[in-house]
């Protein structure tokens, strides 16, 4: 097999504190694996800035022109870690033979990507980085996490339990990749929807080492229930299920309500009319406000509007410059 040509690509929004050490400590690994002959030493570690309100991009800059490995990509404006990270994939996927993706924080064990890269080589398509055990997280983030897994299997969403977006994918998966357009991007969703040649790697993940969560509660809600409703209509089913329950249960109230009625002691009734009265009006308007969210879903997918917009890539800057330079070194070497 040939060497391959590697890019790590790492989604950075407001990552001013993480990135000189995440470069130290990337390097020190593209570096071990150029002298080892696993990569080329066209391998490189590409930053996207998803629109970020600190330094970060000017950091970027300044890591692109001092170190040979790090190139970067900046997003006109702030599309969240997902779609940041599919803009990351397909600049890389086109002149690389593998990918790797990674959050700037380095939580997830980098000394395991050598694995990916011997997975790589031994043919896999697509190298999952699964997290061993949660200990330094916080008991409330484990809690949550864990119940996000199960919740989303049990929804019918297939996802790979503790891992997340750490993983290699060859060119060819990423072409696949680039094949689902959807709007409401749950990479681990569709990425285990791709199939190929696909392994396992396992970690441990450690705190991280600067800066703060970029994931509080409210956006790992909205992530969990943006991955359910992009994937499964379980929920809109179970309302189905919860109708029709009711309804049942409804029937049979009224059919005893009758009967007492004709058997003359009808009561005045108030308490039994108030409760039915609140909870059907709260079970129908959790219904219309789910399946509102499916129509917005749809909204949205119709619009068929760009995910992300780069603002500059120096990433095929360099690509193209290097390119065009080695075909005018071929053309002045033929005439000379
Ligand atoms: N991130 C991003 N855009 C966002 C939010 C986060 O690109 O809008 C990046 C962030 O810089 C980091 C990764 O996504 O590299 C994961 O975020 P974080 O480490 O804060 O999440 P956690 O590990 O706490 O779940
Ligand atoms: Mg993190």
Redesign the pocket.
């Known amino acids: 097999m040939n060497i391959p040509v590697l890019t790590i690509v790492?989604?950075?929004?407001n990552?001013e504190e993480v990135l000189h050490e995440t470069t130290k400590q990337l390097s020190e690994i593209i570096s071990q694996m150029i002298k080892e002959n696993l990569i080329t030493d066209k391998s490189k570690i590409l930053y996207v800035d998803?629109g970020s309100r600190d330094k970060t991009w000017a950091i970027i800059e300044e890591l692109n022109g001092v170190h040979p490995f790090v190139t970067g990509l900046k997003l006109a404006h702030?599309v969240?870690?997902q779609k940041?990270l599919l803009a990351g994939l397909e600049v890389a996927g086109k002149n690389s033979d593998c990918v790797i993706s990674i959050?700037?924080?380095l939580?997830d064990d980098i000394s395991v990507i050598k694995e990916f890269i011997l997975k790589f080589h031994e043919g896999y398509e697509i190298v999952y980085g699964v997290r061993k055990s949660r200990e330094t997280d916080t008991f409330f983030k484990r809690a949550t996490a864990q119940g996000f897994y199960r919740f989303m299997q049990k929804m019918g969403v297939n996802v790979v339990y503790n891992h997340a977006d750490y993983r290699l994918m060859s060119k060819r998966a990423l072409e696949e990749l680039s094949r689902y357009k959807e709007q409401n991007l749950f990479l681990r969703g569709i990425v285990s929807l791709i199939g190929l040649k696909t392994t396992e790697v396992y970690y441990d993940r450690k705190e991280?080492f600067a800066g703060e969560?970029?994931?509080p509660l409210k956006k790992m809600l909205s992530f969990a229930f943006d991955g359910i409703t992009s994937f499964s209509v379980a929920p809109i089913r179970f309302i189905t299920f919860i109708g029709f329950l009711s309804f049942l249960i409804s029937s049979c109230v009224g059919i005893y309500a009758l009967v007492i009625k004709f058997m003359g002691h009808a009561n005045t009734g108030w308490t039994s009319l108030m409760v039915s009265i609140w909870f059907l009006g709260g079970l129908l308007l959790m219904s219309v406000g789910l399946i509102g969210e499916y129509i917005g879903k749809i909204y949205e997918e119709t619009k068929g509007r760009p995910r992300f917009a780069i603002e500059t890539d120096l990433y095929t800057d360099e690509m193209v410059k290097s390119e065009v330079g080695a075909r005018f070194n071929m053309i002045r070497g033929k005439k000379g």
């Open positions: 790492v989604p950075c929004y990552e998803d702030n969240g870690h940041a959050d700037a924080d939580q991280r969560s970029k994931y």
